[in-house]
């Protein structure tokens, strides 16, 4: 089966049905603050209200129950610290099956402590020496379990891709929508859903400046491998976008962009004082995109999934201390304040003056051209 087949609305509607009265169906938020100050009707996927707290239980949930009765009864083993462990711990104990999470010995506590409490096995590893896929190859092998790849496998992405058809019945008509990229599941499922329901809708991802293997891919035209990541969004330290994720993003994206940890955490900020919740810094890409001026909603009705809310309270606490003292009303009522990435050392493919726009595949292959991603 070719990709195109293998990732389609119907495959995600499925998803939904499996979901259905299992995941919750998390709200969209409003801002007047944020649609004054970005021009536009802003609204904002809050995926922190997820079964345990992102937007990762969708696709979890959704592979497991899909398992055979004897893969089951075996187990599964899935490798990730971060939010994808965690969910594919918390997907396993409300399907009865066994979990082995690999985790890096050096992982956070609070992270180990959440997997391990929603019943999960841990098996550390030593990141300076092991590779964690290895380390879950080879369980896998010796004890006959199913791995639960974080982003690269289908009913993942169509798990991923609930939260579009959601946002689509629910915001109706949208001509925008950001996505955090780690390995592009989540942004594979939901452009696959949001450009089948609303044709038209742009939908743009969004990758740390110090993360942008899918920014530097695209514009390469083939998956590029970096040597180093180095951001606070943990859960977009990807290093290579996925195999499979790789090329629906090249035909369903708009654009990708980039944003820095500084405009990161202003989003995090943002969001806690505004808003009143609590967004990680990989959930928190997307509107720091709104924000800095990476992408320009101008008039657009835009949604912005804010995909996760599971960090730490010491380091919530310290990321937010280490912004410069301001207030709100110090802080420019427009976006652009915080710069995204610049032009130096910018990927082949850079077009539009140094503004950081791609015209994309879309475009390139002669598609239904996108509203332009900046103003
Ligand atoms: C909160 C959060 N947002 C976004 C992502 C990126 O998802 P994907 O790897 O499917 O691109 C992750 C991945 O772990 C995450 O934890």
Redesign the pocket.
């Known amino acids: 089966m070719s990709e195109q087949a293998a990732l389609t609305l119907d495959r995600i509607r499925a998803a939904a049905d499996r979901l259905a009265g299992i995941a919750h169906r998390t709200p969209l938020l409003t801002s007047a603050t944020l649609d004054a100050r970005c021009g536009a009707r802003v609204c904002l996927k809050a995926?922190p209200f997820q079964r345990g707290g992102?937007?990762?239980f969708r696709?979890a949930y959704n592979r497991l129950s899909l398992l055979s009765a004897d893969e089951r009864a075996r187990g599964v083993v899935a490798y990730?610290s971060?939010?994808?462990g965690a969910a594919v711990a918390l997907a396993s104990s409300v399907l009865g099956v066994h979990a082995v999470v690999v985790v890096p010995e050096t992982g956070s506590p609070a992270k180990l402590a959440a997997i391990e409490g929603y019943g999960a096995e841990i098996r550390r590893y030593d990141p300076a020496r092991e590779r964690r896929e290895a380390v879950a190859a080879a369980l896998a092998e010796e004890r006959s379990l199913t791995v639960i790849a974080?982003?690269d496998d289908y009913d993942?992405?169509a798990g991923?891709g609930t939260l579009g058809l959601e946002l689509a019945e629910q915001a109706g008509e949208l001509d925008l929508v950001l996505?955090?990229?780690?390995?592009?599941?989540?942004?594979?499922?939901v452009a696959t859903a949001v450009t089948s329901l609303l044709p038209g809708t742009a939908v743009i991802g969004v990758e740390p400046a110090g993360a942008d293997d899918?920014y530097r891919s695209l514009r390469a035209g083939r998956r590029v491998s970096l040597e180093a990541v180095d951001t606070i969004?943990?859960?977009?330290r990807?290093s290579q976008p996925?195999e499979l994720?790789f090329p629906i993003n090249q035909r369903l994206l708009s654009d990708v962009v980039t944003v820095d940890d500084a405009a990161i955490i202003e989003a995090m900020w943002f969001c806690f004082s505004r808003l009143k919740v609590v967004v990680?810094?990989?959930?928190a890409?997307p509107l720091a995109a709104l924000l800095a001026g990476a992408v320009r909603a101008d008039g657009r009705r835009t949604a912005v999934?804010l995909?996760?809310?599971?960090i730490d309270p010491a380091d919530f606490a310290s990321l937010l201390h280490s912004l410069p003292r301001t207030t709100p009303s110090t802080i420019p009522n427009s976006p652009g304040r915080l710069q995204p990435r610049d032009a130096a050392g910018a990927p082949e493919g850079r077009s539009e003056g140094g503004t950081g726009r791609w015209v994309g595949p879309r475009g390139q292959a002669g598609n239904t051209a996108s509203p332009p991603a900046h103003g």
């Not at 996505?179 to 499922?189: N, R, T």
């Not at 995909?307 to 599971?310: C, L, Q």
């Open positions: 995926e992102a937007f990762k696709g990730s971060g939010n994808h974080p982003f993942i992405m991923q996505v955090p990229v780690g390995g592009g599941g989540l942004a594979a499922g899918t969004a943990d859960g977009l990807a996925g994720t990680e810094p990989s959930g890409v999934v995909s996760g809310g599971n």
